[in-house]
């Protein structure tokens, strides 16, 4: 076990923060998490955290998987004072850390997200890792999530019984594109964010959202700045009543042009 103290990080706000989905509160203060084939339990008391998992895999996985060595207190004493809202949300997720997760679970866990609950992304990604990925060699029954070679095995038939609806065609295709080459994940972990995006929207169901949810959590490009139906209400009832934007700009560009005006001094780490 590795017991270590850490500022900025709480279990319980990264649990809940939407970007992960395989991570449960088994108890208080415990928590199981399984990313891509790895198994971790976790407890926190305070700042002092406990990683049930040896040196070597704590120093080669978990503390970049968890963003460890990042300041984020850097980060919080960078935003404008006069944004009370930005400033508020960031001391209530001041123990959020952005995760470096699998890339390719990353892929078709936010093809799944999108219209879907946090909880119903839960079910759907927990179906899959049951039915197509392996059984993990640890006490209780935990599966890793399936590779494209695995999930591939899966018709679209089979996707749709899972519930994923017009997601299933997207998830088939993925695993095709990568089976074949076509969607080459180590090219695309070599990419800039900006590369990267356009790298991703070529692909058959990846739209812009999307694309910059499996950059920041699964590229760990930190310049990236998803705007799902949340972050829209937030910049338009937040930001944009007093923000001075051309009257004749387009419905469509308003976030984006509200994102630069508010934002743009964050850029390199605007998705923290």
Not at 78 to 95: H, V, W
Request: glycine fraction near 6%; hydrophobic fraction near 35%.
């Amino acid at each position: 076990m590795i017991t270590v103290e850490l500022d900025n990080f709480s279990l319980k706000e990264i649990c809940q923060s939407g970007q992960c989905f395989r991570m449960y509160e088994t108890e208080e203060n415990t928590y199981e998490l399984i990313a891509g084939d790895q198994y971790l339990k976790m407890t926190q008391d305070g700042g002092i955290v406990n990683f049930h998992c040896s040196d070597m895999e704590f120093i080669c996985y978990w503390v970049p998987y968890f963003d460890i060595d990042a300041d984020y207190s850097s980060y919080i004493a960078k935003i404008n004072p006069r944004d009370t809202y930005l400033s508020a949300a960031a001391e209530c997720g001041s123990g959020i850390r952005i995760l470096q997760q699998d890339l390719w679970e990353m892929i078709i866990t936010f093809i799944i997200s999108q219209q879907q609950t946090i909880p119903s992304i839960r079910r759907r990604v927990e179906d899959l890792s049951h039915a197509y990925g392996s059984r993990l060699p640890v006490p209780g029954t935990f599966y890793s999530f399936p590779s494209p070679e695995q999930l591939s095995a899966a018709s679209l038939e089979d996707l749709l019984a899972m519930k994923l609806g017009y997601r299933a065609k997207y998830i088939k295709r993925a695993c095709e594109d990568a089976c074949s080459g076509r969607l080459d994940l180590s090219y695309l972990g070599s990419l800039s964010y900006e590369d990267a995006m356009d790298y991703l929207t070529g692909f058959y169901g990846i739209g812009e959202k999307v694309a910059n949810c499996i950059c920041l959590f699964g590229l760990h490009h930190i310049d990236a700045f998803p705007v799902d139906t949340w972050i829209r209400k937030i910049l338009m009832n937040r930001y944009a009543p007093k923000s001075r934007l051309p009257k004749d700009l387009p419905q469509s560009r308003v976030c984006e042009a509200l994102i630069q005006k508010h934002f743009s001094r964050y850029r390199g780490f605007a998705g923290v």
